[in-house]
């Protein structure tokens, strides 16, 4: 399967479980075209159909709706366009607010990026909602931290979820805490500081 019939895969699981929520029409249509904004730096940049960060849209989408029963479209749509860890593919918030609206582009700007100086304070300092999406964007980027190329990338992501992410999130949702208790736990053996070895 290629990556553009991966990302229309995704898009059509969206679709259906948003639709199986109750989504109104226009919610679907503003979903639908928030997740295709967000796939494009992708399906340009991510050659691999196997990536790691290929659905990564879809993916956070699917943890606010599964695991909240999230079904407002303006913060779902900010979900999908929403990137903390690579810059390149982000979509510019003027592109969102052109596309999505001035509503969608502010929510995703008052998500912060990861390895941001302030990042705890911003996120707990956050309106709820901003939270909620920021805590599921960057929780479906730590259950693949173990695959990217680079490990001591790996080991960052775990230790700025475990020391920032799951805090937060136990202040903010008990579902949402629960997963990233699991995650956290998954990986602690296996992202050794850099300069050491598992087991060393």
């Not at 290629?2 to 479980?17: F, H, L, N, W, Y």
């Not at 249509?29 to 790691?52: G, K, T, V, Y």
């Not at 849209?57 to 860890?85: I, K, N, Q």
């Not at 582009?105 to 990026?113: E, F, G, I, K, R």
């Amino acid at each position: 399967m290629s990556a553009k019939d991966r990302a229309r895969a995704m898009a059509a699981s969206v679709a259906r479980t948003a639709r199986s929520g109750g989504m109104s029409e226009a919610g679907l249509s503003l979903l639908a075209e928030a997740h295709a904004l967000a796939m494009r730096p992708r399906l340009e940049r991510l050659h691999d159909e196997r990536h790691p960060m290929l659905l990564h849209p879809g993916h956070t989408v699917l943890v606010l709706m599964h695991d909240l029963d999230l079904s407002e479209p303006r913060l779902l749509a900010a979900a999908a366009c929403a990137e903390s860890e690579d810059a390149e593919l982000r979509v510019s918030l003027e592109r969102v607010g052109e596309i999505l609206g001035v509503d969608v582009a502010d929510v995703v700007a008052a998500v912060p990026s990861s390895g941001s100086e302030d990042l705890a304070e911003a996120l707990v300092t956050a309106p709820v909602e901003v939270r909620l999406v920021a805590l599921a964007e960057r929780l479906d980027h730590l259950r693949h931290a173990h695959l990217r190329a680079d490990p001591s990338r790996g080991w960052a992501a775990h230790r700025e979820a475990t020391r920032v992410y799951l805090p937060v999130a136990e202040r903010t949702d008990p579902r949402l805490a629960r997963r990233y208790r699991y995650w956290c736990r998954k990986f602690a053996g296996r992202f050794p500081p850099p300069g050491r070895t598992v087991g060393g």
